[in-house]
């Protein structure tokens, strides 16, 4: 059931299992988010299994890869107020989504213990491109306008966010290259997360330098995985 239909980028908001919504890109005929829960598998892959495992006990720096519709970025901002951490988030993304879709969708509306999560949601997304911006006492943001295939990282991360669309659909994004630009920007026993458990993917982060393991995965996905440095 589509909730909304992008004229202008072709993109739908579609509701998942849990409640919270996700976009459909039907040019690539792929989601955002898993079907079986958007917010269920974020809060799984990235934020228990990469964000709370990581042991950096000050700033938690942390780098997305695929910004997107910033659910990630939230989550992450509503654990560091909830745990009374500090996380400095930077995030790449090449295709910003257009706001008359980011304020359609509903997932603060299933997240009603942030305080003010809607506004948060809505200024990080209106912040501006490329500057570092204090969204929360807890919570400061630079989103990065670029193309990850040739972007030159210039800080370095304790928490690593993997979350470019499927191989299949971007093999670009999935190499040796860009695993190993990440690891290289990483502090010792930074922590890569990702959605994606396929053999190339495993191959060429162990490639890339990193120690790999396979999680049990939020529901409709079986496994998971986690790279340390
Ligand atoms: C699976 S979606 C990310 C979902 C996002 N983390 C969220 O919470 O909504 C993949 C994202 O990667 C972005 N992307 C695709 N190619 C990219 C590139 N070369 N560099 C940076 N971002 C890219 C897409 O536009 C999309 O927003």
């Known amino acids: 059931m589509i909730s909304y239909f992008c004229k202008n980028t072709g993109m739908q908001i579609v509701p998942t299992d849990d409640g919270s919504d996700t976009l459909y890109v039907p040019e690539i005929n792929e989601h955002y988010h898993s079907v079986f829960g958007a917010i269920t598998e974020s809060d799984w892959v990235f934020i228990r299994s990469g964000l709370q495992f990581s042991h950096q006990p000050e700033n938690i720096s942390v780098f997305e890869v695929g910004f997107g519709t910033g659910l990630n970025a939230l ?78 990282q210039d800080s370095y991360h304790d928490v690593v966010f993997f979350d470019a669309f499927s191989p299949d659909r971007q093999p670009e994004m999935w190499t040796t290259e860009i695993f190993r630009k990440l690891y290289d920007h ?35 996905k079986r496994e998971i995985l986690r790279a340390v440095k």
Not at 189 to 215: D, N, Q
């Open 75 to 152: 989550l992450a901002c509503n654990w560091a107020i909830t745990h009374n951490r500090q996380i400095s988030y930077y995030t790449i993304e090449k295709f910003p989504i257009p706001m008359d879709i980011i304020g359609r969708l509903n997932f603060t509306d299933c997240l009603p213990a942030i305080p003010g999560a809607t506004d948060l949601f809505h200024t990080m997304h209106r912040s501006p491109w490329n500057e570092i911006v204090h969204l929360h006492p807890r919570f400061s943001m630079q989103k990065i306008q670029g193309d990850m295939t040739i972007y030159n």
């Open 186 to 220: 990483m502090h010792s026993g930074g922590v890569l997360t990702t959605y994606c458990v396929k053999g190339l993917v495993k191959r060429r982060l162990k490639e890339a330098g990193f120690t790999i393991e396979k999680l049990p995965g939020p529901p409709g």
